[in-house]
């Protein structure tokens, strides 16, 4: 069964750090190119950022410079190192699998919280 | 970003009835298009790909039209499982955008 175990949310203050992690299992990693998607109270879905098979990295405006997207495919596991927190990175994020190399997303995972507040 | 304009924001329906639910994109964007459906506390799940191409495993009262930049999802025949909010998403260029959402609720 293919599944995507989202971990790494909680409660922090603006100007902090977290670092959510996604664990992959039932297919082969390493081809897939995966997202990133958040989803603030009662809005829709925003693509935060992706990353290719090969490694090749995109951001939305809203976060460039403060968020990393890495993958350790020998660990199956996705990484989104996310800096200089605001309350408006409030959200759910979910970890989603693309389908091949498109960028639409046929798996997701249930998501973890994150909070910004003081 | 391309922007995706969905309509109506909320609908309410019956069991049995046919839906239809628009998406418009401010660029030609072929068929580099999906629909989404979620339900309170889920994630999101993939209904329709390629503007046209259901997933598998998904119910086929549920069918996907257009090209370029106008886009429809339309239930067939409303099942009381498929009262949710519909997403429409575009794919042919980074950022992927997402619609405000139609939520659909139960006349």
């Known amino acids: 069964e293919v599944q995507l175990v989202e971990s790494g949310g909680g409660l922090v203050q603006p100007g902090g750090s977290l670092r959510l992690s996604c664990t992959a299992s039932?297919?082969?990693?390493?081809?897939?190119?995966m997202t990133w998607v958040r989803q603030a109270p009662g809005k829709g879905p925003e693509c935060v950022s992706a990353i290719s098979n090969s490694g090749d990295t995109y951001y939305a405006d809203s976060v460039r410079g403060r968020f990393t997207l890495s993958r350790d495919n020998s660990k199956n596991t996705l990484y989104l190192q996310m800096n200089s927190l605001r309350a408006e990175d409030t959200a759910v994020y979910y970890c989603?699998?693309?389908?091949?190399?498109?960028?639409?997303?046929?798996?997701w995972g249930k998501g973890t919280t994150v909070t910004v507040s003081s | 970003a391309i922007q995706l304009t969905q309509s109506p924001s909320s609908l309410s329906a019956s069991v049995g009835d046919r839906v239809t639910i628009t998406c418009l994109t401010s660029?030609?964007?072929?068929?580099?298009f999906a629909w989404y459906q979620q339900k309170p506390g889920k994630a999101p799940k993939l209904l329709i790909y390629?503007?046209?191409s259901l997933e598998s495993g998904v119910p086929s009262r549920f069918s996907g039209s257009g090209s370029g930049t106008d886009f429809t999802l339309t239930i067939s025949s409303l099942q009381p499982e498929d009262f949710a909010t519909y997403y429409c998403?575009?794919?042919?260029?980074?950022?992927?955008?997402f619609g405000q959402g139609t939520k659909v609720e139960i006349k």
């Open positions: 998403q575009q794919f042919n260029s980074y950022p992927q955008t």
């Open positions: 660029q030609d964007i072929s068929s580099a």
């Open positions: 039932g297919f082969t990693f390493s081809n897939y190119a």
């Open positions: 989603a699998k693309n389908r091949g190399l498109k960028w639409y997303m046929d798996v």
């Open positions: 390629e503007a046209s």
